[in-house]
């Protein structure tokens, strides 16, 4: 049985809020996934959102890490993409991770809205494996 808990803490250069996800899960074998999402005020500003899971010993890692931007994604890169709003407005999104990894998108639309379902499939034989996403502003190129 997984408990549900949130931690935070809160400061003047950058926001953190962890849990952990596992309880959401029907996976016998999952240990821990762990969601840390990072609002930093460094510079033009950026948000991150890093999955961690570990799975029970003997078993090993299948999971997808997904995002939802609402507008347009477009890939720039084999690990980046760009999101463009309604408005025009655009996001820059940098993906990193400890394995090596697949993204796939699917356009989704209920109740009039329209998204892009972003997932990041990391498998593994390694027991634990991460996964990151960080937004960046539409000037601002990843890493």
């Known amino acids: 049985m997984h408990n549900f808990t949130l931690t935070h803490t809160l400061s003047a250069i950058e926001d953190t809020a962890t849990t952990d996800l596992a309880a959401a899960y029907d996976v016998p074998t999952l240990e ?20 961690t899971v570990e799975m029970k010993p003997g078993a090993s890692v299948d999971f997808e890490s997904v995002f939802t931007p609402l507008g347009t994604w477009t890939p720039t890169g084999a690990a980046s993409g760009l999101v463009t709003s309604n408005t025009g407005v655009t996001v820059n ?9 697949t993204i796939d998108a699917r356009v989704l639309t209920s109740y009039n809205v329209t998204w892009t379902r972003v997932g ?10 991460k996964v990151k996403i960080t937004v960046l502003p539409g000037s601002t190129a990843c890493p």
Not at 32 to 51: H, L, M, P
């Open 93 to 101: 999104v940098c993906i990193t991770a400890s394995a090596l990894f």
């Open 120 to 129: 990041v499939k990391v498998v593994s034989t390694k027991r634990s494996e």
């Open 32 to 51: 821990r996934v762990e969601r840390k999402v990072t609002f930093s005020r460094v510079g033009a500003g950026q948000v991150s959102i890093q999955d």
